[in-house]
DNA sequence: TGTACATCAGTGAACGCGCGTTCACTGATGTAC
DNA sequence: TGTACATCAGTGAACGCGCGTTCACTGATGTAC
């Protein structure tokens, strides 16, 4: 802990056998993912791991915290290059960038969002990262209730309260009133379901060209939580 | 194979082991489901089981093709009962029962709706039972878009058209133009993204009362897809 | 109704395999004087 | 700059385990006459 070179070449063989576990999702899946078959693409002994991490699940947890950042900071990145101003191409820039992801890593995407891993429990200190994309859709949603004053429903807006966690959600979204939050938050389950089923495969026969049907989702789901729309 | 006791035995059989193996399911996942595992809670050898599922592989289909088909009878027995003119409610009670089996059945729903299992592929039999659910939805639009005179917007038509595969989604929604098709196939994203990030635990934190929210959602949907709307 | 035979269900041992994890160890790489 | 020592990285053998699948077999259950 204490030479800066040894703490270097240490990052770097964490770095390494991340990538090494990463590049066997993809054949395998999480739960096939083995140290031995790790060490083994390495050409080290399996002991020698346990340098490293001190178990398989903890090797696990390191590649879900790198994907959730991976994915949060290609969104934050993607966004952050529009005009603040112009909410609606942000929503087209941060849904853009999370498909294109989703795409580029499938098997990360599958890791994160797919079937929880039986008898992993992800630790707490996971969910700052796993929040990261979500956050910038919630800033877009906030930003955009701070500028435009909306006539909310109130009778509506209590039974959204009612089915949401204000607490929660009140942290992200300080500006917007329960029913947009909710209809946020079904556009979010809305663009990460099109993108479980078309990595998935249940969309072979329905859809031939996804890039089109996500654009067309896009423009809907930014209607849905009411961006750009004056009421 | 000709006599018909012994028919109704193995039959008897076979359905025990897969219900040994949903059971099993339940703590470990697809990919732990072990035939020795199986054998040994029905107090059988394993190799008793090779009598009537060739491997593993053919076990795990035979589970998922009983979960489709399962959620497809549920769905369509539920959907049956309504008023065949009140579309609103058979599109609720449709959605209603897809979630009300998803929570009863959280493994198989994951079976069918999560990470697809490595190295496994599914025969092309499943097919069939796969689109029972979807066949419900499928013609409660249908039914909608034969009734209704719709004003479509030829040029998003053409888009919409573009995006899907036109000959698959026409043979289950004849009457059904494109860019409602696409409504349609985006409102059943919808469903099931938010039923699976409510079963995998993505929900937490932000939503109180499925239920409640669920019930917003099937509202969401029904307009979205142009349902009792006069256009 | 009784018997000979064929078909089936299930057994038990074995095959070869891979896994996570531990532990005592050998060298190499740094640190302190 | 040189040496003694501590810390680290990686080895190799071993532990106990579970897996899918095969195969020759024993009984039980049906079938045909």
């Not at 994309?133 to 509506?156: H, P, Y």
């Not at 909710?182 to 026969?205: D, K, M, P, V, Y």
């Amino acid at each position: 802990m204490e030479s800066p070179k040894r703490a270097a070449t240490r990052a770097a063989s964490v770095e390494r056998i991340k990538a090494t576990a990463r590049a066997q999702l993809a054949c395998g899946g999480a739960a096939a993912l083995s140290l031995r078959e790790v060490a083994r693409e390495m050409d080290q002994t399996s002991s020698a791991l346990y340098r490293y991490f001190a178990n398989r699940d903890e090797l696990l947890t390191a590649l879900i915290v790198d994907a959730y950042n991976d994915l949060g900071v290609c969104t934050e990145t993607a966004e952050r290059k529009i005009d603040r101003g112009d909410l609606r191409s942000r929503w087209r820039a941060a849904c853009r960038a999370i498909r294109q992801w989703a795409h580029a890593h499938p098997h990360e995407y599958a890791l994160i969002f797919g079937t929880p891993i039986p008898g992993y429990e992800a630790p707490a200190f996971t969910v700052a990262a796993a929040t990261r994309a979500t956050g910038v859709i919630a800033r877009i949603l906030n930003d955009d209730c701070a500028q435009t004053t909306r006539k909310t429903n109130e009778r509506d807006d209590d039974e959204a309260a009612r089915a949401l966690e204000m607490s929660g959600v009140q942290v992200l979204m300080p500006d917007v009133p329960a029913s947009v939050a909710l209809r946020g938050l079904f556009a979010w389950t809305q663009i990460f379901g099109f993108l479980s089923f078309e990595l998935f495969g249940h969309l072979e026969g329905s859809i031939r060209r996804g890039d089109d049907a996500f654009e067309k989702l896009i423009e809907q789901t930014s209607h849905q939580v009411g961006l750009g729309v004056e009421q």
